[in-house]
């Protein structure tokens, strides 16, 4: 399945996972393939923000769980949610050919839900950028769930495990492994 390497679909029973694994294996490809979309418009110094929006934008599984409403329609969060956002935007890009632009204006009126540190007309770090925002969405995924990390009991995984089964882990998680071997 389309699991993150550190959550393996035989070791965790379907019913601890909190967004099905075969769903995002389904999303995985594109279900319709479009031409060139949107640029974006630069709202004072979010070049930063716009390029991390077109790489989520053509990454299929992302893309494919927005067009259906994945998480807007489990959010349950009064007020400014950042991934159902993150989900309009996407949306919005796909409905759209490359002679619009789009202003990504909802996103960059809230940089500082993403990460308290940025400003808005000041320059950013890209990665640091689509780090926060999948932190963001991960929070918002696993709040949809009805879920905070927090204790397990003897019947249920681990808090950080079923962490990892929300979609956004799913599609950008994983584990780093690495090993030295002396000569």
């Not at 974006?40 to 991390?52: D, E, H, I, Q």
């Not at 926060?132 to 808090?159: F, I, M, N, Y």
């Amino acid at each position: 399945p389309a699991a993150s390497a550190s959550v393996d679909s035989a070791t965790l029973p379907a019913e601890h996972w909190l967004f099905p694994a075969d769903r995002v294996g389904a999303a995985l490809r594109w279900r319709k393939v479009g031409g060139a979309g949107p640029g974006l418009s630069n709202l004072g110094n979010t070049c930063f923000m716009n390029s991390v929006l077109q790489c989520l934008t053509y990454t299929a599984p992302l893309a494919n769980l927005a067009l259906e409403r994945a998480h807007s329609r489990a959010c349950s969060k009064p007020g400014y949610c950042t991934y159902c956002a993150l989900e309009k935007h996407l949306r919005e890009a796909h409905g759209r050919n490359a002679r619009d632009e789009l202003t990504p204006r909802q996103l960059a009126s809230r940089l500082r839900v993403v990460a308290k540190h940025f400003r808005t007309g000041q320059q950013q770090d890209a990665h640091e950028y689509f780090l926060c925002l999948v932190e963001a969405c991960q929070t918002a995924a696993l709040r949809a769930a009805g879920r905070e990390v927090g204790s397990a009991t003897a019947e249920a995984p681990t808090p950080q495990r079923l962490a990892e089964t929300t979609e956004v882990l799913q599609v950008f998680g994983g584990t780093l492994r690495s090993q030295v071997i002396c000569s």
